[in-house]
């Protein structure tokens, strides 16, 4: 299923306003609001996937993280530190938002795989690697930019189930696959 955040498509309701595309994006109540979506549609699944791209990633984050059973997420160049977002563009900062790299909710079952390209300029390779190191989560890196992802999507998913199927109950440690995307 595909999920957006509040506001996202409906932008003529009179509760969307400009703060939730701005320095709310990661709001509390955004969160919420996916949880409260995820937690209905995903009831009688026995496996969990959230998967997100950019600030995507930064809410598959936030969501996995505040449910009470075992998920998968992965995400690919996302978001997880704003700060460091908004400090490097000289953007406002996200001051009514959550940030992953600070994020002190912790899901024991929650299992995470972040990619980030090696030339991505929007969100920086090392702002990733900064999250992983300081989550002890596996990050794995890719030859593009930002939105060069796509057509690498199906090797990244095939691998993503791998790393995650030979890691099998183990949350703490996902192996580093060798040779995971075929050019």
Known sequence: MYIGRPCYYQVADARCQGSWWTHDRYHPDVV???????????????????????GGGALAVLVGRRLNRPVNVVTVNANLDH?????????????????????????????????????????????????????????????????SWPSLWPSMLHCSQNVFRQSKNSVQTLPVPENCLRP
Not at 43 to 54: N, P, Q, T
Not at 128 to 143: G, N, Q, W
């Open 32 to 54: 919420n609001s996916l949880l409260k979506v995820v937690e209905q549609l995903s009831e009688s699944h026995k496996e969990l996937w959230l998967i997100g791209y950019s």
């Open 83 to 147: 700060q460091a977002w908004t400090v490097h563009h000289q953007y406002s900062p996200l001051t009514g938002s959550l940030n992953p790299i600070r994020d002190l909710k912790r899901n024991p079952d929650m299992r995470e795989l972040h990619w980030h390209a090696n030339h991505d300029r929007t969100i920086l390779p090392e702002w990733i690697v900064a999250y992983c190191e300081k989550t002890h989560t596996l990050c794995l890196p890719f030859e593009g930019n930002h939105t």
